[in-house]
């Protein structure tokens, strides 16, 4: 089973050919300098992801955390036969992000009045209209498109 906290791209992540360096170690050693401009570049577009997040989440990051957590269950799950995603209440997601669950709890209860959650009746939260997946993909598009540039 994959993980869907995994960012890596798992098992669809391009195979590295003996000639290419299989570590960012490696690659760094085999040019400093462009690994320092990818390194510049790539934090500077998710600098500029943040600070827009941020904003939208009213200054917390935490709540877009929580909020990530379903749109990547949305992901890993879109190619599921029923097409569902199950819901998770606070303490998963407490677990999950190492937010306190009272706090997680809080924030989980302020993202389903702004929409960006919904809760059924039995306490467990789902993903929301507010902000899909694919506004969510476009806010990162920058970080995906420097680091396709690289490969």
Same mark, same amino acid.
């Given at each position: 089973m994959t993980d869907p906290h995994d960012l890596s791209g798992g098992a669809n992540r391009k195979a590295e050919t003996p000639s290419e360096p299989a570590s960012w170690n490696e690659r760094q050693a085999a040019d400093p300098a462009l690994a320092a401009r990818f390194l510049y570049r790539w934090a500077g577009q998710f600098s500029a992801a943040l600070v827009r997040i941020r904003g939208r989440f009213d200054g917390d990051l935490d709540q877009y955390l929580l909020y990530l %957590?379903?749109?990547? #269950?949305? $992901?890993s799950s879109s190619g599921n036969v029923a097409g /569902?995603?199950?819901? =998770?209440? +606070?303490?998963? @997601?407490?677990? $999950?992000? #190492? $937010? &306190?669950?009272?706090?997680?709890? /809080?924030? @989980?209860?302020?993202?389903? /009045?702004a929409g960006y959650l919904r809760r059924d009746e039995e306490g467990l939260y789902y993903l929301g209209? +507010?902000?899909? %997946?694919?506004?969510? =993909?476009?806010? @990162?598009? &920058?970080l995906w498109d420097i680091v396709k540039q690289e490969r």
């Open positions: %957590v379903f749109v990547l #269950q949305e $992901i /569902r995603t199950r819901g =998770l209440n +606070a303490l998963s @997601l407490s677990e $999950i992000t #190492q $937010i &306190p669950r009272e706090t997680a709890r /809080r924030k @989980l209860l302020s993202l389903a /009045r209209d +507010a902000y899909g %997946v694919d506004e969510v =993909l476009n806010e @990162l598009k &920058p």
